[in-house]
Protein backbone atom coordinates (compact mmCIF):
# COMPACT_ATOMS: atom_id res chain seq x y z
CA UNK A 1 0.00 0.00 0.00
CA UNK A 2 2.75 2.53 0.52
CA UNK A 3 4.06 1.79 -2.44
CA UNK A 4 1.06 3.10 -4.15
CA UNK A 5 2.11 6.48 -2.59
CA UNK A 6 3.51 9.44 -4.86
CA UNK A 7 4.66 11.58 -1.37
CA UNK A 8 7.67 9.80 0.30
CA UNK A 9 6.24 8.21 2.93
CA UNK A 10 6.90 5.52 5.87
CA UNK A 11 5.28 3.13 8.55
CA UNK A 12 6.42 3.40 12.20
CA UNK A 13 5.89 1.53 15.40
CA UNK A 14 5.47 3.78 18.34
CA UNK A 15 9.02 3.14 19.01
CA UNK A 16 9.93 5.27 16.23
CA UNK A 17 11.26 2.20 14.24
CA UNK A 18 10.51 2.05 10.62
CA UNK A 19 8.69 -1.02 9.47
CA UNK A 20 7.90 -0.16 5.64
CA UNK A 21 8.88 2.42 3.39
CA UNK A 22 8.03 3.38 0.39
CA UNK A 23 10.26 4.40 -3.37
CA UNK A 24 9.89 7.80 -3.04
CA UNK A 25 11.44 7.73 0.92
CA UNK A 26 14.60 6.18 -0.12
CA UNK A 27 14.89 8.11 -3.07
CA UNK A 28 14.70 11.70 -0.67
CA UNK A 29 17.23 10.64 2.27
CA UNK A 30 20.63 9.97 2.62
CA UNK A 31 20.66 7.22 5.33
CA UNK A 32 19.99 3.95 3.94
CA UNK A 33 16.84 2.44 5.97
CA UNK A 34 17.00 -0.83 7.73
CA UNK A 35 13.17 -1.92 7.97
CA UNK A 36 12.73 -2.74 11.85
CA UNK A 37 15.58 -0.98 12.58
CA UNK A 38 16.19 2.36 11.66
CA UNK A 39 14.00 4.85 13.27
CA UNK A 40 12.94 8.21 11.83
CA UNK A 41 14.88 10.69 13.71
CA UNK A 42 17.91 9.13 12.76
CA UNK A 43 17.29 9.24 8.98
CA UNK A 44 15.32 12.90 8.61
CA UNK A 45 17.63 14.26 11.94
CA UNK A 46 20.48 12.23 11.98
CA UNK A 47 19.60 12.60 15.18
CA UNK A 48 19.39 9.75 18.03
CA UNK A 49 16.87 10.74 19.92
CA UNK A 50 13.89 11.61 19.17
CA UNK A 51 12.96 15.10 18.09
CA UNK A 52 10.77 16.50 21.46
CA UNK A 53 13.75 15.63 23.21
CA UNK A 54 15.40 18.81 21.30
CA UNK A 55 12.60 21.12 21.74
CA UNK A 56 10.88 20.08 18.38
CA UNK A 57 6.85 19.12 18.35
CA UNK A 58 7.02 15.43 17.83
CA UNK A 59 4.16 14.47 15.47
CA UNK A 60 3.84 10.99 16.33
CA UNK A 61 3.98 11.91 20.05
CA UNK A 62 0.86 14.22 19.34
CA UNK A 63 -0.77 10.97 17.50
CA UNK A 64 -0.05 8.78 20.74
CA UNK A 65 -1.80 11.21 23.47
CA UNK A 66 -4.35 12.57 21.34
CA UNK A 67 -5.09 9.37 18.76
CA UNK A 68 -6.03 11.65 15.96
CA UNK A 69 -3.50 12.86 12.86
CA UNK A 70 -1.17 15.93 13.20
CA UNK A 71 0.81 17.85 10.42
CA UNK A 72 3.77 19.74 11.46
CA UNK A 73 7.11 21.30 8.98
CA UNK A 74 10.30 20.48 10.35
CA UNK A 75 13.57 20.71 8.87
CA UNK A 76 15.36 17.72 6.87
CA UNK A 77 18.34 16.26 6.01
CA UNK A 78 17.71 15.20 2.33
CA UNK A 79 19.76 14.12 -0.89
CA UNK A 80 19.73 17.75 -1.73
CA UNK A 81 20.58 19.83 1.59
CA UNK A 82 18.19 21.03 4.72
CA UNK A 83 14.78 20.87 3.26
CA UNK A 84 11.43 22.26 4.81
CA UNK A 85 9.50 18.77 4.67
CA UNK A 86 5.31 18.81 6.29
CA UNK A 87 5.16 15.86 7.71
CA UNK A 88 1.40 14.40 8.12
CA UNK A 89 1.12 11.74 10.96
CA UNK A 90 -1.74 9.39 10.89
CA UNK A 91 -2.49 6.88 13.17
CA UNK A 92 -3.55 3.24 11.33
CA UNK A 93 -5.64 1.11 13.28
CA UNK A 94 -6.51 -2.55 12.91
CA UNK A 95 -10.12 -3.80 12.14
CA UNK A 96 -11.08 -3.74 16.43
CA UNK A 97 -9.67 -0.50 16.65
CA UNK A 98 -6.46 -1.30 18.00
CA UNK A 99 -3.08 0.94 16.66
CA UNK A 100 -0.71 -0.78 14.76
CA UNK A 101 1.43 2.14 13.92
CA UNK A 102 1.78 5.39 12.34
CA UNK A 103 1.86 6.36 8.46
CA UNK A 104 4.25 9.41 8.05
CA UNK A 105 3.70 10.99 4.57
CA UNK A 106 6.08 13.94 3.45
CA UNK A 107 5.42 16.79 1.59
CA UNK A 108 8.43 18.95 0.40
CA UNK A 109 7.51 22.96 1.29
CA UNK A 110 8.99 24.11 -1.88
CA UNK A 111 8.91 28.29 -1.22
CA UNK A 112 11.31 27.96 1.69
CA UNK A 113 14.83 27.34 2.57
CA UNK A 114 16.79 26.77 5.57
CA UNK A 115 19.39 27.89 4.09
CA UNK A 116 20.27 31.02 2.21
CA UNK A 117 18.12 31.08 -1.24
CA UNK A 118 17.02 34.10 -2.59
CA UNK A 119 13.94 33.39 -4.60
CA UNK A 120 12.45 31.63 -0.88
CA UNK A 121 11.25 32.21 2.38
CA UNK A 122 14.08 31.36 4.34
CA UNK A 123 14.20 30.76 8.03
CA UNK A 124 14.22 27.52 10.77
CA UNK A 125 12.67 28.56 13.75
CA UNK A 126 9.72 26.80 15.33
CA UNK A 127 6.66 30.18 14.91
CA UNK A 128 8.03 30.07 11.21
CA UNK A 129 8.01 26.64 10.42
CA UNK A 130 4.27 26.39 11.95
CA UNK A 131 3.39 29.77 9.43
CA UNK A 132 4.89 27.01 6.86
CA UNK A 133 3.06 24.40 7.77
CA UNK A 134 -0.31 26.62 7.27
CA UNK A 135 0.75 28.43 3.83
CA UNK A 136 1.26 24.91 2.68
CA UNK A 137 -2.35 23.65 4.01
CA UNK A 138 -3.69 26.88 2.30
CA UNK A 139 -1.91 26.69 -0.90
CA UNK A 140 -3.27 23.21 -2.00
CA UNK A 141 -6.85 24.43 -1.38
CA UNK A 142 -8.73 27.42 -3.60
CA UNK A 143 -9.76 29.18 -0.05
CA UNK A 144 -9.04 32.93 0.70
CA UNK A 145 -6.04 33.56 2.82
CA UNK A 146 -5.84 36.36 5.01
CA UNK A 147 -2.13 37.31 5.73
CA UNK A 148 -1.89 39.18 9.38
CA UNK A 149 1.38 40.71 10.83
CA UNK A 150 3.23 43.53 11.61
CA UNK A 151 4.44 45.70 8.90
CA UNK A 152 7.87 44.01 7.27
CA UNK A 153 7.12 40.29 8.43
CA UNK A 154 6.87 39.00 5.06
CA UNK A 155 3.25 38.73 3.87
CA UNK A 156 3.51 39.80 0.25
CA UNK A 157 6.67 37.14 -0.04
CA UNK A 158 3.62 34.25 1.49
CA UNK A 159 1.17 35.60 -0.52
CA UNK A 160 3.70 34.72 -3.57
CA UNK A 161 4.55 31.82 -1.75
CA UNK A 162 0.82 30.49 -1.67
CA UNK A 163 0.51 31.50 -5.35
CA UNK A 164 3.62 29.27 -6.54
CA UNK A 165 2.23 26.35 -4.25
CA UNK A 166 -1.23 26.19 -5.66
CA UNK A 167 -2.41 24.30 -8.79
CA UNK A 168 -3.34 28.23 -10.34
CA UNK A 169 0.80 28.41 -10.27
CA UNK A 170 1.41 28.68 -13.58
CA UNK A 171 -1.07 31.48 -14.45
CA UNK A 172 -0.60 35.34 -13.64
CA UNK A 173 -0.18 36.83 -9.83
CA UNK A 174 -1.88 39.92 -9.76
CA UNK A 175 -1.15 42.63 -6.68
CA UNK A 176 -3.40 45.54 -5.94
CA UNK A 177 -1.89 47.67 -3.15
CA UNK A 178 -5.00 49.06 -1.51
CA UNK A 179 -3.24 52.29 0.36
CA UNK A 180 -4.25 55.13 -1.17
CA UNK A 181 -6.31 53.66 -3.83
CA UNK A 182 -8.94 56.78 -4.40
CA UNK A 183 -12.90 55.64 -5.41
CA UNK A 184 -12.61 56.66 -9.05
CA UNK A 185 -9.28 54.62 -9.59
CA UNK A 186 -9.91 51.82 -7.18
CA UNK A 187 -12.58 50.77 -10.20
CA UNK A 188 -10.69 51.79 -13.04
CA UNK A 189 -7.64 49.95 -11.69
CA UNK A 190 -9.79 46.85 -11.06
CA UNK A 191 -12.65 46.48 -13.31
CA UNK A 192 -10.89 48.45 -16.13
CA UNK A 193 -12.58 50.36 -18.61
CA UNK A 194 -13.72 51.31 -22.09
CA UNK A 195 -12.66 53.47 -24.89
CA UNK A 196 -14.34 56.68 -24.61
CA UNK A 197 -15.36 55.91 -20.60
CA UNK A 198 -13.96 59.34 -19.27
CA UNK A 199 -11.75 62.52 -20.78
CA UNK A 200 -8.06 60.59 -21.95
CA UNK A 201 -9.61 57.25 -22.12
CA UNK A 202 -8.43 56.70 -25.72
CA UNK A 203 -8.42 52.56 -25.49
CA UNK A 204 -10.13 50.40 -23.75
CA UNK A 205 -8.19 48.66 -20.92
CA UNK A 206 -8.36 45.57 -18.55
CA UNK A 207 -8.19 45.79 -15.15
CA UNK A 208 -6.66 44.06 -12.41
CA UNK A 209 -9.33 41.73 -11.79
CA UNK A 210 -9.59 40.60 -15.29
CA UNK A 211 -5.71 40.25 -15.61
CA UNK A 212 -5.56 37.95 -12.54
CA UNK A 213 -8.25 35.38 -14.05
CA UNK A 214 -7.01 31.82 -13.38
CA UNK A 215 -4.28 33.06 -11.24
CA UNK A 216 -4.43 34.91 -7.66
CA UNK A 217 -5.25 38.34 -6.50
CA UNK A 218 -3.36 39.46 -4.20
CA UNK A 219 -4.69 43.14 -2.05
CA UNK A 220 -2.38 44.37 -0.24
CA UNK A 221 -3.12 46.50 2.86
CA UNK A 222 -6.85 45.50 2.24
CA UNK A 223 -7.43 47.28 5.71
CA UNK A 224 -7.14 50.93 3.63
CA UNK A 225 -9.61 50.21 1.60
CA UNK A 226 -12.80 53.04 2.41
CA UNK A 227 -15.65 51.90 3.92
CA UNK A 228 -17.69 53.00 0.78
CA UNK A 229 -15.33 50.80 -1.61
CA UNK A 230 -15.85 47.90 0.70
CA UNK A 231 -19.39 47.25 -0.64
CA UNK A 232 -18.38 47.23 -4.45
CA UNK A 233 -15.40 44.82 -3.43
CA UNK A 234 -17.34 42.52 -1.46
CA UNK A 235 -19.88 42.59 -4.60
CA UNK A 236 -16.90 41.44 -6.73
CA UNK A 237 -15.66 38.81 -4.02
CA UNK A 238 -19.45 37.66 -4.05
CA UNK A 239 -19.94 37.28 -7.86
CA UNK A 240 -16.75 36.89 -8.83
CA UNK A 241 -17.90 39.49 -11.46
CA UNK A 242 -17.27 42.88 -12.12
CA UNK A 243 -18.44 46.20 -14.77
CA UNK A 244 -15.51 47.87 -16.98
CA UNK A 245 -16.01 51.59 -16.37
CA UNK A 246 -18.54 52.88 -19.00
CA UNK A 247 -18.88 49.17 -19.89
CA UNK A 248 -22.80 47.55 -20.30
CA UNK A 249 -21.85 43.82 -19.96
CA UNK A 250 -20.85 42.26 -16.38
CA UNK A 251 -17.85 40.19 -16.87
CA UNK A 252 -16.45 37.39 -14.80
CA UNK A 253 -12.97 36.24 -13.32
CA UNK A 254 -11.95 33.15 -11.70
CA UNK A 255 -8.87 34.09 -9.40
CA UNK A 256 -7.82 32.73 -6.06
CA UNK A 257 -8.42 35.75 -3.51
CA UNK A 258 -5.25 36.55 -0.85
CA UNK A 259 -5.14 39.75 1.32
CA UNK A 260 -2.82 40.84 3.73
CA UNK A 261 -3.09 43.42 6.47
CA UNK A 262 -1.09 44.81 9.48
CA UNK A 263 -3.71 46.07 11.06
CA UNK A 264 -6.24 44.20 13.53
CA UNK A 265 -9.31 43.51 10.91
CA UNK A 266 -11.51 42.27 13.37
CA UNK A 267 -10.58 45.36 15.94
CA UNK A 268 -11.86 47.52 13.03
CA UNK A 269 -15.08 45.73 12.33
CA UNK A 270 -15.50 46.34 16.13
CA UNK A 271 -15.24 50.28 15.58
CA UNK A 272 -17.34 50.22 12.51
CA UNK A 273 -14.29 50.36 10.21
CA UNK A 274 -14.24 47.47 8.01
CA UNK A 275 -17.36 45.67 7.10
CA UNK A 276 -17.71 42.29 9.17
CA UNK A 277 -19.47 40.82 6.00
CA UNK A 278 -16.67 41.45 3.62
CA UNK A 279 -14.21 40.57 6.71
CA UNK A 280 -15.72 36.99 6.89
CA UNK A 281 -15.68 36.65 2.95
CA UNK A 282 -11.88 37.55 3.03
CA UNK A 283 -10.79 35.51 6.44
CA UNK A 284 -11.72 32.07 5.15
CA UNK A 285 -8.36 30.91 6.23
CA UNK A 286 -6.52 33.24 8.50
CA UNK A 287 -2.60 32.97 8.92
CA UNK A 288 -0.85 35.37 11.66
CA UNK A 289 2.83 35.95 10.40
CA UNK A 290 5.46 36.15 13.43
CA UNK A 291 7.35 39.04 14.03
CA UNK A 292 10.97 39.02 14.08
CA UNK A 293 11.34 39.27 17.52
CA UNK A 294 9.68 35.94 17.92
CA UNK A 295 11.75 34.28 15.80
CA UNK A 296 15.21 35.57 16.97
CA UNK A 297 17.11 32.24 15.80
CA UNK A 298 16.57 33.04 12.30
CA UNK A 299 18.19 36.08 12.25
CA UNK A 300 21.99 34.91 11.51
CA UNK A 301 20.29 33.31 8.83
CA UNK A 302 18.27 36.00 7.31
CA UNK A 303 21.70 38.13 8.04
CA UNK A 304 23.30 35.68 5.24
CA UNK A 305 20.89 35.85 3.17
CA UNK A 306 21.11 39.78 2.79
CA UNK A 307 24.63 39.94 2.96
CA UNK A 308 24.57 37.75 -0.05
CA UNK A 309 22.73 40.11 -2.38
CA UNK A 310 24.54 43.14 -0.79
CA UNK A 311 28.27 42.71 -0.92
CA UNK A 312 31.09 40.22 -1.38
CA UNK A 313 32.22 38.31 0.82
CA UNK A 314 31.63 40.30 3.76
CA UNK A 315 30.48 39.09 6.89
CA UNK A 316 29.64 40.52 10.84
CA UNK A 317 32.02 40.42 13.90
CA UNK A 318 30.59 37.89 16.72
CA UNK A 319 29.96 41.45 18.74
CA UNK A 320 27.89 42.87 15.61
CA UNK A 321 25.91 39.75 15.10
CA UNK A 322 25.12 39.28 19.11
CA UNK A 323 24.09 43.25 18.36
CA UNK A 324 22.03 41.98 15.82
CA UNK A 325 20.39 39.24 17.24
CA UNK A 326 19.05 41.01 20.20
CA UNK A 327 17.31 44.29 18.58
CA UNK A 328 13.65 44.15 18.96
CA UNK A 329 12.93 45.20 15.03
CA UNK A 330 9.66 47.30 15.16
CA UNK A 331 10.04 46.97 10.98
CA UNK A 332 10.49 43.58 11.17
CA UNK A 333 12.58 41.60 8.63
CA UNK A 334 12.55 44.56 6.24
CA UNK A 335 14.64 46.55 9.02
CA UNK A 336 16.97 43.69 9.37
CA UNK A 337 17.17 44.16 5.49
CA UNK A 338 18.06 47.34 6.08
CA UNK A 339 20.43 47.66 8.55
CA UNK A 340 22.36 44.61 6.67
CA UNK A 341 22.65 46.82 3.55
CA UNK A 342 23.50 50.25 5.39
CA UNK A 343 26.28 48.59 7.79
CA UNK A 344 28.01 47.00 4.89
CA UNK A 345 28.33 50.19 3.00
CA UNK A 346 29.42 51.43 5.78
CA UNK A 347 32.08 48.71 6.70
CA UNK A 348 35.61 49.36 4.93
CA UNK A 349 37.08 45.80 5.58
CA UNK A 350 35.38 42.98 4.90
CA UNK A 351 34.21 42.43 8.71
CA UNK A 352 31.41 44.25 9.62
CA UNK A 353 32.42 45.97 13.45
CA UNK A 354 29.80 47.30 15.81
CA UNK A 355 30.54 50.58 14.88
CA UNK A 356 29.11 49.99 11.45
CA UNK A 357 25.78 49.03 12.45
CA UNK A 358 23.18 52.11 12.83
CA UNK A 359 22.60 54.73 15.33
CA UNK A 360 19.69 52.85 15.98
CA UNK A 361 21.29 49.62 17.37
CA UNK A 362 23.63 52.05 19.43
CA UNK A 363 21.30 53.22 21.05
CA UNK A 364 19.45 50.13 21.96
CA UNK A 365 22.73 48.14 22.92
CA UNK A 366 23.48 51.49 25.67
CA UNK A 367 20.12 51.18 26.71
CA UNK A 368 20.16 47.55 27.34
CA UNK A 369 24.38 47.86 28.54
CA UNK A 370 22.48 50.06 31.16
CA UNK A 371 20.27 47.69 32.81
CA UNK A 372 23.07 44.78 32.43
CA UNK A 373 24.32 46.44 35.43
CA UNK A 374 21.07 45.43 37.55
CA UNK A 375 20.16 41.99 36.39
CA UNK A 376 21.15 39.55 33.45
CA UNK A 377 19.19 36.66 31.97
CA UNK A 378 20.14 33.50 31.70
CA UNK A 379 19.82 33.24 28.11
CA UNK A 380 22.38 36.45 27.68
CA UNK A 381 24.97 34.95 30.19
CA UNK A 382 24.03 30.97 28.02
CA UNK A 383 24.85 33.19 24.79
CA UNK A 384 28.52 34.92 26.01
CA UNK A 385 29.42 31.95 27.61
CA UNK A 386 28.88 30.02 24.60
CA UNK A 387 31.06 32.69 22.61
CA UNK A 388 33.58 32.50 24.54
CA UNK A 389 33.96 28.44 24.74
CA UNK A 390 33.28 29.04 20.93
CA UNK A 391 36.85 30.87 20.72
CA UNK A 392 38.80 28.47 23.62
CA UNK A 393 37.38 24.92 23.55
CA UNK A 394 40.57 22.75 22.55
CA UNK A 395 38.47 19.98 21.52
CA UNK A 396 36.38 19.42 18.35
CA UNK A 397 32.28 20.59 18.30
CA UNK A 398 31.37 16.89 19.38
CA UNK A 399 33.25 17.30 22.40
CA UNK A 400 32.34 20.26 23.12
CA UNK A 401 28.38 18.78 22.79
CA UNK A 402 29.86 16.21 25.08
CA UNK A 403 31.65 17.89 27.72
CA UNK A 404 28.25 20.48 27.97
CA UNK A 405 26.32 17.17 28.34
CA UNK A 406 23.81 18.15 25.37
CA UNK A 407 23.51 15.95 22.15
CA UNK A 408 25.37 17.40 18.42
CA UNK A 409 22.31 18.90 17.32
CA UNK A 410 21.26 20.66 20.56
CA UNK A 411 24.73 22.73 20.50
CA UNK A 412 23.95 23.24 16.90
CA UNK A 413 20.90 25.06 17.69
CA UNK A 414 22.16 27.01 20.39
CA UNK A 415 25.36 28.18 18.28
CA UNK A 416 22.33 29.34 15.31
CA UNK A 417 20.44 31.11 17.86
CA UNK A 418 23.12 33.41 19.20
CA UNK A 419 24.52 33.62 15.48
CA UNK A 420 28.07 31.80 16.91
CA UNK A 421 30.47 29.92 14.80
CA UNK A 422 32.33 26.88 16.14
CA UNK A 423 35.96 28.55 15.27
N1 LIG B 1 11.38 34.61 5.33
C1 LIG B 1 12.02 35.53 4.58
N2 LIG B 1 13.19 35.23 4.02
C2 LIG B 1 13.86 36.14 3.29
N3 LIG B 1 13.45 37.39 3.07
C3 LIG B 1 12.29 37.76 3.62
C4 LIG B 1 11.49 36.85 4.39
N4 LIG B 1 10.37 37.47 4.76
C5 LIG B 1 10.44 38.73 4.26
N5 LIG B 1 11.59 38.90 3.57
C6 LIG B 1 12.03 40.14 2.90
O1 LIG B 1 11.67 41.22 3.79
C7 LIG B 1 11.17 42.32 3.06
C8 LIG B 1 9.76 42.64 3.53
O2 LIG B 1 8.88 41.59 3.13
P1 LIG B 1 7.40 41.87 2.57
O3 LIG B 1 7.38 43.05 1.67
O4 LIG B 1 6.89 40.58 2.04
O5 LIG B 1 6.72 42.24 3.96
P2 LIG B 1 5.23 42.78 4.22
O6 LIG B 1 4.79 42.11 5.47
O7 LIG B 1 4.40 42.55 2.98
O8 LIG B 1 5.46 44.32 4.46
P3 LIG B 1 4.32 45.50 4.53
O9 LIG B 1 3.43 45.19 5.70
O10 LIG B 1 5.14 46.71 4.78
O11 LIG B 1 3.62 45.47 3.20
C9 LIG B 1 11.24 41.93 1.59
O12 LIG B 1 12.45 42.43 1.06
C10 LIG B 1 11.24 40.42 1.62
O13 LIG B 1 11.89 39.88 0.49
Not at 33 to 40: A, Q, T
Not at 113 to 136: E, H
Not at 171 to 192: N, Y
Not at 375 to 387: K, M, N, T
Amino acid sequence: MIDALEKPAIFIRPDYSIQAVNRAYLDTYKQPVKLGHSRCHEISHHAAEPCDRHGEECPLLYCQQHGRSTSVVHVHHTQTGLQHCDILMRPVRDEDGMTLGYLEILNKVTFAAAGTDVNKMVGVSAPFNRMLNLLNRAASADISVLLQGETGTGKELAARAVHDASLRHDKPFVIIECTGLSEALFESELFGHEKGAFTGASQAKKGLVELANGGTLFFDEIGDVPLNMQVKLLRLLETRSFRAVGGLHPKRSDFRLVCASHKDLLAMVEAGEFRQDLYYRIAGFPIQLPALRERPVDIPLLVEQFLLVSTEGKHFSHAAMQKLCTYSYPGNIRELKSIVEQASLIANDSQIQIEDLPQVLQNHSQEQGASDHEIRSLEALEGDYLAQLCQTFPGSFEALADALGVSDRTLYRKLHKFGLRFR
